[in-house]
């Protein structure tokens, strides 16, 4: 069996990052990375704003090329689905009927974008943006004056209105809560960046969320709304979140809740099974609770967490989680998690559209979202390590210098 070697799950960025990490830890063994989609891994983070705004082009986004693989001896299985696993044997078994052994099993499946079963949902021209392929979909159909309806005003769908918007496409975006972004960033953020997208010319309606689609010919035409109104439509984009994929891992008995539960190691209740990213529910040492996380930065660092555990060096996960959302000319870097209820303190002019929002739970800093500051963001990335080191006072004073009291950590 120690020939088997490190069998990864899923080509996406945490898988690509197990592999290469694996071999940077000087790790021997054989590695074999397998994913359903075709091609090579790639990039995820370009197909909401370089790529579909036609700056880059797929060879572009690739994580690396071909040679790497060779180089680096990394098999990577291309368009192939893992359809069983078992851990009694140490094998998968993958939709083509072939199987392989594994010494070690890493599941970085990711997540699919959730697409609610509503009438005409199957009617051409209603679209997710979760893959290359869909990227490419879309890309092809975002024509100027076409009218597109995204329902769903959380990342994905505010970056692809931006850009609609710039190829000047009509644009309206239905929210089900009562502002943009509510589940991710505080109402001061959100707000303005939904006004920022106003500005350019789209049109919101918030509490509004889509019950139906009408068609003609097999493609949509118009979205009918949950107020009874219907909204013509010549393309559709949903953007209402994704579910993690943990199919493959609840049929071997794996524990599973809203992601596959994995200890401060990122280990699953099978200790020769490991899972990252998107698709893991993993404890967080400045959460009070486990956290399931859709970030790239976040699923990289799963990933080189459990390539050094592999390759010898047995640390537990602790990394401080980081996002980013480009929008048009607006930048929103976020560090940390914070909950609904967490206060939020403003540091700078929002006029300006160059501010910051601190967040704190009883008087512990949880998070800090930054526009346009990029000297904020990585001071912040700092001081979340010790987040009782700055007060909601400080936080809101502009004279304290934030990168004098990171450094003093």
């Not at 640390?315 to 609904?340: M, T």
Request: proline content about 4%.
């Amino acid at each position: 069996m120690q020939d088997a070697g490190v069998v990864i799950v899923g080509s996406g960025q945490g898988g690509f990052q197990v592999a290469a990490s694996l071999r940077d830890d000087n790790y021997a063994g054989p590695i074999t990375l397998i994913g359903e989609e075709p091609g090579l891994p790639y990039q995820r983070p370009p197909l909401s704003k370089s790529f579909l705004s036609s700056k880059a082009q797929p060879g572009q986004i690739e994580l690396r090329p071909a040679a790497f693989y060779a180089d680096k001896n990394i098999k990577v299985i291309a368009s192939q689905r893992v359809t069983t696993i078992d851990r009694a044997t140490r094998r998968v078994t993958l939709a083509s009927g072939a199987s392989l052994p594994y010494r070690h099993l890493v599941l970085a499946t990711g997540a699919r974008a959730r697409m609610p079963a509503i009438p005409g949902a199957k009617l051409r021209g209603i679209v997710a943006l979760r893959t290359l392929t869909d990227a490419k979909v879309l890309l092809a159909q975002m024509q100027p004056g076409r009218r597109v309806v995204i329902v769903g005003a959380g990342f994905i769908g505010l970056e692809v209105a931006v850009i609609a918007r710039d190829k000047e496409l009509d644009v309206r975006v239905l929210e089900f809560t009562d502002r943009a972004l509510k589940r991710a960033v505080s109402a001061t953020s959100g707000d303005f960046l939904a006004s920022a997208l106003t500005q350019r010319g789209a049109k919101f309606s918030v509490n509004t969320g889509a019950t139906g689609y009408t068609g003609s010919g097999g493609r949509v035409t118009g979205v009918i709304t949950s107020q009874g109104e219907s909204v013509m439509a010549d393309l559709v984009v949903i953007g209402i979140g994704v579910e993690p994929n943990v199919d493959l891992a609840r049929n071997t008995g794996l524990q599973v809740q809203d992601g596959i539960v994995v200890n401060e190691r990122l280990i699953t209740s099978d200790p020769l099974i490991s899972a990252i990213g998107d698709c893991a529910r993993f404890p967080a040492s400045y959460s009070d609770s486990s956290l399931r996380l859709e970030s790239v930065q976040n699923a990289v660092d799963q990933a080189r967490c459990v390539a050094a555990r592999i390759a010898g060096k047995d640390e537990p996960y602790a990394k401080v989680p980081w996002f980013w959302s480009d929008q048009g000319v607006n930048r929103l870097q976020i560090a940390g998690v914070a909950q609904a209820d967490d206060c939020a303190v403003l540091r700078g002019d929002i006029a300006t559209a160059k501010f910051s929002v601190f967040r704190f739970r009883a008087g512990r800093l949880t998070a800090v979202e930054s526009i346009n500051s990029a000297g904020d963001h990585m001071a912040s990335r700092k001081l979340l390590a010790n987040p009782a080191c700055i007060s909601p006072e400080q936080a809101a004073d502009t004279s304290v210098k934030l990168a004098a009291l990171a450094v003093a950590l």
